[in-house]
């Protein structure tokens, strides 16, 4: 019962690498989410999807880029990482649909990404 | 998408009851209101959500109030497990966006 996976749990990135943060879901949820947490905060929405083949910008957009590869996979990538986007990371899905609108999320375990 | 406001902290003591407030005084009649909670170094988990009545389940109740303007959360005997941050969030789904947006929730320290 895997529920939310995501990979890397850790990573240290030298400042100005990219990298791909990597999200999949086993419950055949519609819509997926990709958050940020810095110290001592609340989360803030980074990208969203809707559903399949859909994606919208979030709270904080600028610095990354996403792809919905499938139903189940949802990527964040940071194309030239800076220390700014040191963070926790936590990917979330829902089921969300027309019949469903009101459904919980859930979330992953989270990436801590540290940026140098 | 309407704001919420929550008290950075509560403490409570072990066993008794607990209620935690947030204050949506700019909800829409669309706006369903959701709790979730973080415990350390863990990704935030749902606790429960209502739209206009009460709601109870197997970990906790929420009371609305009758203009909807503000809402509780309510642990009904607080445990060491509890200690957690308490989101309280507004999510519309009229526009098809299915958004869940965090504030800055309630630290609740439960002490023994």
């Known amino acids: 019962n895997a529920g939310v996976t995501q990979t890397p749990k850790f990573q240290v990135l030298k400042t100005g690498q990219s990298m791909t943060l990597q999200c999949a879901q086993d419950?055949?949820?519609?819509?997926m989410y990709w958050y940020r947490q810095d110290p001592g905060m609340g989360l803030r929405l980074i990208y969203y999807?809707?559903?399949?083949?859909?994606?919208d910008k979030g709270e904080v957009p600028n610095g990354y880029n996403v792809s919905r590869l499938n139903k189940r996979e949802f990527s964040l990538r940071l194309e030239s990482a800076a220390p700014s986007q040191t963070s926790v990371y936590f990917c979330?899905?829902?089921?969300?649909?027309?019949?469903?609108?009101?459904?919980?999320?859930?979330f992953g375990q989270g990436t801590r990404l540290t940026v140098v | 998408d309407a704001k919420t406001t929550q008290p950075n902290s509560m403490e409570s003591n072990e066993e008794e009851p607990v209620h935690l407030p947030c204050n949506h005084s700019?909800?829409?009649?669309?706006?369903?209101i959701h709790w979730y909670r973080q415990l350390p170094s863990q990704g935030p988990e749902y606790v429960i959500h209502?739209?206009?009545s009460n709601v109870n389940n197997r970990m906790a109740s929420l009371a609305i109030a009758e203009d909807r303007k503000s809402s509780t959360l309510i642990l009904h005997r607080a445990t060491l497990r509890d200690a957690a941050v308490y989101y309280c969030?507004?999510?519309?789904?009229?526009?098809?966006?299915?958004?869940?947006?965090f504030g800055t929730g309630t630290r609740l320290k439960v002490l023994a």
């Open positions: 979330a899905s829902s089921l969300s649909s027309r019949g469903y609108r009101n459904t919980e999320a859930f």
């Open positions: 419950m055949n949820h519609n819509s």
């Open positions: 999807s809707a559903s399949e083949g859909t994606t």
């Open positions: 700019t909800i829409s009649g669309t706006d369903y």
């Open positions: 209502g739209l206009t």
């Open positions: 969030i507004l999510r519309n789904t009229t526009s098809g966006t299915y958004k869940y947006i």
